[in-house]
């Protein structure tokens, strides 16, 4: 089965930094974009950042300039540098994969999968 598993986050201050790691799994035969959405308390999910498989990327305007998305075939993996923080920045960060799989591989079909990692916080304080 396609998945994603979040790792870092925690708890940073105004102006500094923090770094997400987001790993795939079940992505043979798979060609897949992987995103970073966050979510606030009381509002809604919003997108962040996300690259598509030919490593293009693109960003909210919100964390433009402060925030960078880079990949890592090797590893199946993506990563979010986030500098510069502020505190609207706190949320639950969720990652996110599309992954279109040309063949079966194992108990995973081919087509089209969906799938989101379970979040992990990011606070920031003043």
């Known amino acids: 089965q396609v998945q994603v598993v979040e790792s870092g986050g925690g708890s940073a201050q105004a102006g500094g930094s923090l770094r997400l790691s987001c790993t795939a799994s079940g992505v043979t035969y798979c060609n897949y974009d992987m995103s970073w959405y966050r979510q606030a308390p009381g509002k809604e999910r919003e997108f962040v950042s996300g690259i598509d498989s030919d490593g293009s990327t693109t960003y909210a305007d919100s964390v433009k300039g402060r925030f960078t998305i880079a990949q890592d075939i090797a590893k199946k993996s993506v990563a979010l540098q986030m500098s510069s923080l502020i505190r609207e920045d706190t949320a639950t960060y969720y990652c996110?994969?599309?992954?279109?799989?040309?063949?079966?591989?194992?108990?995973?079909?081919?087509?089209?999968?969906?799938?989101w990692g379970q979040g992990t916080q990011v606070t920031v304080s003043s």
């Open positions: 996110k994969i599309d992954a279109r799989c040309r063949r079966s591989y194992g108990r995973r079909t081919a087509g089209t999968h969906t799938k």
